[in-house]
């Protein structure tokens, strides 16, 4: 086996950035393939088997820019039927982890097809081993979805979208899809502050970098702004970039999109696991390119953190402060249709359905929410909006 290519967290890794603005096979594959050349690595898969995580967030067509693109795919597949010992999809999507469950996102999300036309192995297998991580600085351990810990490799294709909760969403937060099924809401039940969540996505990426070889692509051929993960509105930024070192990969797409006060990035840079300004390989991407618009969810003031008169306020009065002015989520009654996904996934079980008029509506019991906004991730009706207080906002919040 290849030993050029171990684990480990370098920020002085590279970042390959690359124009593109169709999903085409062919020239997916061209671009992936002059990315891990000049990036030194198109060898890092020779007699491994690889695991490809994808982002299937969501049962979403792939126009959505909600979850992975099957030609993107296609492509990677084609590169690492090269010469990979073993090529395995896997993924642990909200909700249920069962075979089932697994199926059902498979097909809708077109991962299926793909991986029959050139013979990938879908992952049924449900189980998951618990990992230890003693030097972590939120969680101390994880159950992982075992393919992920049997592989010799992971490619990590991620999409670039915003993030209700966490204001980006890229190569580290694809991650957290290795924690299976429900324990990810118990996971937003354990880290309910903001930026302590964030440093528990750290510690996630940074143990699987850490474990094994990854190759990192955030496909921002077509992106999500706004209300995302996965009810913000697409965006054609034609960009793909990539690279060994996710933290890297996410600062250089943050960098592109204008954006900065990024909590799982900034603590990243605290640790040292990646540079601020990381070093790029542009391919056809003008060195002063910034995209034009780049919306953010309506959960998120532009450009500001949770001032510091807001933190005080919120100490002294033991947090009701803070809970009464903050965004917050609100069920748009016109729009639900009564499925109970919300309340499923509600990791403080603080949404129910109720009577209204014939059919049932979900509501939302404010008093114990911790603005996860999971409800608003999981809807596939948007009937879940982001309600601000003025107040918050003449705060600085």
């Known amino acids: 086996m290849n030993?050029?290519?171990?684990?480990?967290?370098?920020?002085?890794?590279?970042?390959?950035?690359?124009?593109?603005?169709?999903?085409?096979?062919?020239?997916?594959?061209?671009?992936?393939?002059?990315?891990?050349?000049?990036?030194?690595?198109?060898?890092?898969?020779?007699?491994?088997?690889?695991?490809?995580?994808p982002n299937l967030v969501?049962?979403?067509?792939?126009?959505?820019?909600?979850?992975?693109?099957?030609?993107?795919?296609?492509?990677?597949?084609?590169?690492?039927?090269?010469?990979?010992?073993?090529?395995?999809?896997?993924?642990?999507?909200?909700?249920?982890?069962t075979q089932q469950a697994l199926r059902g996102f498979y097909s809708a999300c077109g991962i299926d097809k793909v991986a029959d036309k050139y013979g990938a192995r879908l992952n049924y297998d449900t189980s998951a081993e618990s990992?230890?991580?003693?030097?972590?600085?939120?969680?101390?351990?994880?159950?992982?979805?075992?393919?992920?810990?049997?592989?010799?490799?992971?490619?990590?294709?991620?999409?670039?979208?915003?993030?209700?909760?966490?204001?980006?969403?890229?190569?580290?937060?694809?991650?957290?899809?290795?924690?299976?099924?429900?324990?990810?809401?118990?996971?937003?039940?354990?880290?309910?502050?903001?930026?302590?969540?964030?440093s528990m996505l750290d510690d996630l990426a940074a143990y699987i970098v850490s474990s094994k070889p990854t190759f990192n692509v955030v496909d921002g051929i077509l992106a999500m702004e706004g209300n995302g993960p996965t009810g913000g509105d697409p965006v054609p930024l034609?960009?793909?970039?990539?690279?060994?070192?996710?933290?890297?990969v996410d600062c250089a797409a943050a960098k592109l999109i204008g954006w900065d006060n990024i909590p799982m990035l900034d603590e990243a840079e605290r640790r040292g696991y990646?540079?601020?300004?990381?070093?790029?390989?542009?391919?056809?991407?003008?060195?002063?390119?910034?995209?034009?618009?780049?919306?953010?969810?309506?959960?998120?003031?532009?450009?500001?953190?949770?001032?510091?008169?807001?933190?005080?306020?919120?100490?002294?009065?033991?947090g009701r402060i803070y809970k009464w002015i903050s965004p917050r989520p609100e069920i748009d009654n016109k729009i639900c249709v009564g499925c109970g996904e919300c309340a499923r996934a509600c990791p403080k079980k603080t949404i129910e359905l109720v009577a209204d008029g014939k059919k049932r509506k979900a509501r939302v019991n404010i008093d114990g929410c911790i603005r996860c906004y999971c409800c608003q991730e999981l809807c596939m009706y948007k009937a879940v909006k982001i309600k601000k207080n003025p107040i918050f906002s003449l705060l600085g919040g």
Do not use: W
């Not at 909760?165 to 429900?182: E, H, I, Q, R």
């Not at 959960?299 to 510091?308: D, F, Q, Y």
């Open 58 to 97: 969501m049962k979403k067509a792939p126009g959505s820019a909600a979850v992975t693109h099957p030609v993107l795919l296609e492509a990677m597949i084609r590169i690492l039927s090269d010469s990979a010992s073993e090529i395995v999809i896997a993924e642990s999507p909200p909700g249920l982890y």
């Open 131 to 198: 990992v230890s991580l003693p030097d972590a600085r939120a969680s101390h351990m994880f159950d992982l979805i075992s393919p992920i810990l049997e592989a010799d490799a992971v490619v990590n294709l991620a999409k670039l979208k915003s993030h209700a909760l966490t204001k980006y969403s890229g190569a580290v937060k694809n991650y957290f899809g290795c924690v299976p099924g429900v324990q990810k809401v118990e996971c937003h039940a354990r880290f309910p502050d903001y930026n302590v969540f964030a």
């Open 3 to 53: 030993t050029r290519f171990e684990a480990g967290i370098d920020p002085n890794e590279p970042v390959a950035i690359s124009s593109l603005r169709e999903y085409d096979a062919d020239r997916i594959e061209a671009l992936l393939r002059r990315q891990l050349t000049s990036l030194g690595i198109s060898d890092m898969f020779e007699g491994r088997s690889v695991v490809i995580k």
């Open 238 to 248: 034609g960009l793909v970039i990539s690279g060994r070192n996710p933290f890297n």
């Open 274 to 318: 990646c540079r601020p300004d990381p070093i790029e390989l542009r391919d056809g991407v003008d060195e002063n390119f910034r995209a034009e618009r780049f919306k953010l969810p309506d959960s998120i003031e532009p450009g500001k953190k949770h001032s510091s008169s807001i933190v005080m306020l919120s100490r002294l009065c033991g």
